[in-house]
């Protein structure tokens, strides 16, 4: 009896942690992988380095888990923002435009040579990140100074940002051929260089909001912006923190992106991938009305995101008819986590609670 | 006296159970053809239940209502209306940006070849409130053009021609009007009543009360205490009756008052000098002395809440200062409040204190963590010392630290609050209605627990709708009565006089 009462608590453990549907979302997609697509699962090990169609999923998935760990904090806050895009648009033609300034001259040449910089790699990063901040920033004043409702205010920046970028870029794409930049995005240290950011900054970003109280005024916020307010926690500060963060996360992202094709393009960087980006923080399972977050949720999500979208075209999809797939996807995925779907999973080994 | 034919309305025996709580205990209801009926009662009397029972919100577990002399059943506000009552609620529910004739017309539009006749629509709307209500206004333009009394006419017009009513019902209608805003109103109710109209009528002013009502019935904790002729009840009585407390008795004050009123401190803490917010609470003076417990008593509406935002911050005073230890406030809000010590037990414990989804221990430290900032964290092995810590000394009914307090009963979700507010170690506490909606014991462990904080000197204002707890807890108490600080009692109190200070009445 009370083995099994220990088993039916271990199990409402399990499946009440944040971390339980994103992982079997992503399983399940695995899954499907294992089932159809034969060497989905191979890893080859080339001079120390790996590689396979998993170490893929992981790199190509670092953009949106990036903006996934930024989006996060500010839907917790019982916000969104639709600018992430842009704004990696803006860092990359910030960056871009450091390295290679051509296109200010209005020429079209090509360099060729992989160590020439217009400036050095320390300016160009810094540079691209505070731009990125800066943008965060706007929005964050917009939300929660000016009162704008956060689609609202972060539309702007959505529409107005990737202007910004073609005016940085002189409305030309720009090529990147510094080699030390492009280690950020195909870089290999045994697994892509990339993860290793979003490892980082995956901890940074928890130490920051576990090991301090920020964490908890995001989520009080979140839940009960006008009993946190009668506790003193101020509001604005905690909104304006969370779209900063949330810019500058997207600053990293655009840096990846562009690293990754060696071109800076302000009309495709980041084209449409806020909403993978606020999808993955869905999944993994922060409510759009805020309160309660898990940032490692959130990442699992965004890997869903990528998993989908890889898997697709593994098994043959064509790139035009990849959102439609996709959607199909996300709509059982959403479907899975809904409280039906959920209470379902809670009442497999546990009779219903007694009230 | 009166026939049973002259009753449009009974309801007779009607019980209806919360959830831990029976919202009404068998109650009787009688309204009269052409007369304009008061129900009056403290929160949670049962007020609103009733007349959710009467428009079909809820469904009574038992008793029946009898309309015109037939047994009805109302199932859902549509039903209701279908069947001659109507109702216009506190908050307008009208489209304030569609133009007055649409509100009072919507989803009966005259049509024309299946398209809406606009001029005849215009035509009707106008019609219709001049002779319903005896109003002239250009109904082509938006309902936000005119004042919150027209829109509350609007309302009423367009609940009386959507069915032919017998029966309307105003919830506090007056809540949100100046003075001559509720006479047009009261105008508008006057002539109704000419035609026959039963009107029920709900307000917390007194004043009104008086003004207007033939009738009033008075409900306290879900049961009737009785039906009254306004001419014969004085308005004393009528208080009295509301909040359950006759004349002679009175409160004995227990020796631990006594006792802690030996350690009260000459200066004041915390000092308001003609503060006040229009709208809110007309400028008063109040101090609060170290080791002492000061009352607010007033009715619901009076203006106790607005007080404590004020002093508390949360609202901004617009006229006259608040000195605290001798030095002026300029930085009003919480956050400037909780570092000086101040503390506020909002009312409102849902909307305004509780943090739902987060743990007990988390809504323990919030305002400590707080007045911390974001990076001088506090400990998780420190928090959950705190948290035991209150827990054990307020007897918070929880498994552990770790549940959230939306699982936790009302009583001790409140307990939480207290615990987050005495976690900060405050000078001057300020708690609203603290007891509400808690049980009895709870409620005396609470008083209790005030009068020992104040004896161990802290500065305590304690608000209350219930007079015999004002009474048995405060040093001192001041009276508010329609947004206005009128009287301050200290030493002995006598009970009598304050409720006529609250009535507004002669002794």
Redesign the interface.
């Known amino acids: 009896m009370k083995q099994l009462a220990d088993r039916t608590l271990r199990w409402r453990s399990i499946t009440e942690s944040r971390l339980f549907f994103p992982t079997v979302a992503f399983l399940l997609v695995l899954l499907f992988d294992f089932l159809f697509i034969p060497g989905f699962f191979t890893i080859e090990n080339r001079d120390g380095n790996l590689y396979g169609s998993l170490i893929d999923i992981l790199r190509n998935g670092s953009t949106v888990s990036l903006l996934a760990i930024g989006m996060t904090l500010v839907i917790a806050t019982g916000g969104v923002d639709l600018s992430v895009g842009a704004v990696m648009a803006i860092a990359a033609s910030v960056a871009g435009i450091l390295m290679n300034p051509s296109a200010l001259r209005n020429e079209v040449f090509f360099v060729t040579d992989p160590t020439y910089t217009f400036q050095p790699l320390w300016v160009v990063i810094g540079a691209a990140l505070l731009v990125a901040l800066i943008c965060g920033l706007w929005n964050g004043v917009l939300v929660a100074y000016m009162k704008i409702q956060p689609m609202v205010a972060t539309l702007v920046l959505m529409t107005a940002g990737r202007g910004i970028a073609q005016l940085i870029t002189n409305g030309l794409r720009v090529q990147i051929t510094y080699r030390p930049f492009a280690y950020i995005g195909q870089g290999w240290f045994i697994l892509p260089f990339s993860l290793y950011i979003v490892a980082f900054v995956l901890l940074v970003t928890w130490l920051l909001t576990r090991k301090t109280a920020i964490g908890m005024f995001i989520e009080s916020v979140g839940i009960n912006f006008r009993s946190s307010y009668f506790s003193g926690i101020q509001e604005s500060k905690v909104k304006l923190m969370a779209y900063t963060f949330c810019g500058f996360c997207a600053g990293i992202a655009g840096l990846v992106a562009c690293s990754n094709v060696k071109t800076s393009d302000a009309n495709n960087t980041g084209l449409f991938i806020e909403l993978d980006a606020i999808l993955a923080v869905v999944i993994g399972g922060t409510s759009m009305s805020g309160g309660r977050f898990s940032l490692l949720a959130s990442v699992i999500g965004a890997l869903v995101m990528q998993a989908v979208t890889q898997s697709m075209y593994a098994i043959g999809v064509q790139s035009y008819a990849l959102p439609a797939v996709k959607s199909v996807v996300v709509i059982i995925v959403i479907l899975l986590f809904s409280e039906q779907v959920r209470g379902l999973f809670l009442g497999i080994g546990a009779k219903k609670k007694e009230v | 006296m009166s026939t049973m034919n002259d009753y449009i309305l009974t309801m007779e025996g009607i019980f209806k159970a919360f959830p831990g709580v029976q919202a009404l205990d068998n109650v009787d209801f009688g309204l009269k053809k052409g007369e304009i009926h008061c129900l009056v009662g403290e929160n949670g009397a049962g007020k609103s239940t009733l007349i959710k029972v009467l428009t079909g919100v809820e469904r009574p577990d038992a008793g029946q209502i009898i309309l015109d002399g037939v047994e009805i059943h109302p199932r859902s506000p549509q039903h209701s209306q279908t069947l001659g009552i109507s109702t216009v609620y506190q908050e307008i529910n009208l489209c304030t940006n569609l133009s007055v004739a649409e509100n009072v017309l919507i989803g009966r539009e005259p049509r024309k070849f299946g398209r809406i006749d606009w001029s005849a629509m215009n035509v009707q709307a106008a019609n219709l409130l001049k002779r319903l209500l005896d109003i002239d206004i250009d109904v082509t333009q938006p309902l936000d053009m005119y004042t919150v009394a027209i829109q509350q006419m609007v309302a009423i017009a367009r609940a009386l021609d959507i069915a032919s009513t017998k029966i309307l019902i105003l919830d506090e209608p007056t809540s949100s009007l100046d003075a001559n805003e509720t006479q047009q109103l009261f105008k508008v109710m006057r002539k109704l009543r000419a035609e026959g109209v039963g009107i029920i009528f709900i307000t917390h002013f007194m004043s009104q009360v008086y003004e207007i009502s033939d009738r009033i019935t008075v409900l306290r904790n879900g049961k009737l205490v009785g039906a009254f002729e306004t001419a014969s009840l004085p308005r004393v009585e009528l208080i009295a009756k509301m909040i359950g407390r006759s004349l002679d008795e009175l409160d004995d004050m227990s020796s631990i008052k006594l006792e802690s009123s030996k350690h009260i401190k000459a200066e004041a803490v915390l000092d308001a000098q003609k503060v006040g917010r229009a709208g809110s609470i007309k400028p008063f003076d109040l101090q609060l002395r170290a080791g002492e417990v000061v009352g607010l008593a007033g009715l619901l509406g009076s203006g106790r809440t607005e007080t404590a935002r004020v002093l508390f911050g949360?609202d901004k005073p617009d006229t006259g200062h608040i000195e605290f230890d001798g030095a002026t406030i300029t930085d009003h809000g919480?956050?400037g409040?909780?570092k000086r010590g101040v503390a506020?037990c909002?009312e409102d414990r849902k909307?305004?204190?509780?943090?739902?989804?987060?743990t007990v221990r988390?809504n323990i430290v919030?305002?400590i963590?707080?007045?911390?900032?974001?990076?001088?964290?506090?400990g998780i092995q420190e928090q959950y010392e705190i948290a035991n810590r209150y827990i054990e000394m307020l007897n918070i009914a929880t498994p552990t630290a770790d549940q959230p307090v939306k699982n936790l009963s009302g009583g001790n979700q409140q307990k939480v609050i207290l615990a987050?507010w005495l976690a900060t170690h405050p000078q001057v506490l300020i708690l609203d209605e603290p007891t509400r909606g808690i049980d009895v014991g709870t409620k005396a462990e609470i008083q209790k627990l005030v009068l020992e904080l104040a004896d161990e000197g802290m500065a305590c204002l304690f608000i209350s709708s219930e007079l015999e707890e004002v009474l048995r807890t405060s040093h001192r108490i001041a009276v508010l009565r329609e947004r206005e600080k009128v009287a301050e009692f200290s030493g002995e109190v006598d009970e009598h006089v304050i409720m006529h200070t609250i009535a507004g009445s002669e002794l």
């Open positions: 949360v919480p956050l409040s909780i506020l909002p909307a305004e204190g509780i943090v739902d989804d987060l988390e919030l305002a963590q707080a007045n911390k900032g974001w990076f001088s964290h506090v987050r």
